[in-house]
């Protein structure tokens, strides 16, 4: 009777570890999905800003 527990005991136990594993992935996934978010922003501001410049280098360029 012993043996018959224990294995369900281990069965508990691994499916509570890996509910946990489970959790871990998604808090890392969704922070790694505000990341990316925030290098899209800072990457879609820094083309902004390079446009503006070269809008604006052209312009000097062409009042010469």
């Known amino acids: 009777m012993f043996w018959p527990m224990f294995a369900v005991a281990a069965g508990f136990v691994g499916l509570a570890v890996l509910g946990v594993l489970a959790v871990r992935v998604f808090l890392e996934a969704q922070r790694l ?32």
């Open 33 to 64: 999905g505000r990341q990316v978010t925030e290098s899209a922003r800072r990457i879609s501001r820094a083309a902004d800003d390079l446009e503006r410049a070269t809008v604006s280098a052209a312009r000097s360029v062409d009042s010469l």
